[in-house]
């Protein structure tokens, strides 16, 4: 009896821990989620404003977007965000999210800045499981690789050469691996395809 007794109340001693730590992370979330979205905006807007520089437009990017979907051009069926820079109402540049869905490990999250005549402003990379030490070398804290697409265009270089090198293309790969960077580069001139073909909508 007395062991039945125990066992009760041990039972319901740690269903009162359990209740109460399911509380106490409940109200955690829900005071900290703000502050987690906050620093999540704030991350976003400093890697926009890594592809076009603040000084470039006047206008808020978060509420001048629009969504676009290209399963062919930009890596996904889902929606994206496309952020317009303007400055004094007139277009300057739009920071088109992008897939690139075929990095070794998976899919690789791009932001690829294009300026109102079609040269690319810039290019980072917001997600990806790519390998540390290896395919981490995109990432400006690792490298300088990616600013490599400053200026570029669907035109320059050519068409043809929109390849790492070990493909006889014009881009550099990273030392022991050339999945990654190419995987980059077909994102990024397909993602420039795609602003020559929907342009006027974007805008």
Do not use: C
Not at 121 to 126: A, F, K
Not at 163 to 188: E, M, S
């Amino acid at each position: 009896m007395k062991l039945a007794q125990h066992m009760v109340t041990t039972a319901i001693i740690l269903a009162g821990f359990a209740i109460a730590g399911t509380g106490l992370v409940a109200f955690t979330y829900q005071a900290t989620k703000g502050k987690i979205a906050e620093a999540e905006r704030d991350a976003l807007l400093r890697s926009l404003h890594s592809v076009v520089k603040p000084e470039e437009h006047d206008n808020e990017l978060f509420s001048d977007l629009t969504l676009v979907a290209s399963p062919r051009l930009l890596g996904t069926k889902k929606p994206l965000p496309a952020f317009r820079a303007r400055k004094n109402g007139k277009p300057v540049a739009v920071i088109l999210t992008a897939i690139a869905p075929d990095g070794y490990n998976g899919d690789i999250k791009l932001l690829i800045g294009v300026n109102y005549n079609g040269t690319l402003s810039g290019v980072r990379v917001l997600t990806h499981r790519e390998t540390p030490g290896l395919g981490d070398a995109m990432e400006t804290r690792r490298s300088d690789w990616i600013l490599g697409f400053d200026g570029l265009s669907s035109k320059k270089p050519d068409k043809k050469d929109w390849k790492v090198k070990r493909d006889g293309g014009y881009f550099d790969q990273f030392t022991g691996a050339t999945i990654t960077p190419r995987a980059i580069v077909k994102a990024v001139h397909n993602a420039l395809d795609y602003y020559k073909q929907h342009k006027q909508d974007l805008f």
